[in-house]
């Protein structure tokens, strides 16, 4: 079963954020970690995942900062601010929320 993007697109900050709270990380690594997480069912689109991290570093949720060079390749690196933590478990509790509504109204009872 593949996992419908259209689902999904919604949350894309949410699994961002996600991400960012297991550790600081790339662009590249971070799809990579979506990728292993789903079974390769998903992977974020490039253009999505950096339109994401810009608007996540204007609102203040993230901040970037440039790796050090001598271990490879320029990488722009992005860490989850105090703030974007707190938004994060507000996320995580709204779609606990719509979960719940969802189960409600497909299940047959």
Known sequence: MSIASDMIRGHTDTIILAQLM???SYGYKINRAIQEKTGGQYELKEATLYTAFRRLEQLGLITSYWGDETTGARRRYYSITQAGVNQYY?????????????QQLISSS
Do not use: N, R, V
Request: charged content about 30%; hydrophobic content about 40%.
């Open 22 to 24: 297991e550790s600081d």
């Open 90 to 102: 507000q996320m995580l509790a709204e779609w606990e929320q719509s979960k719940q509504l969802i």
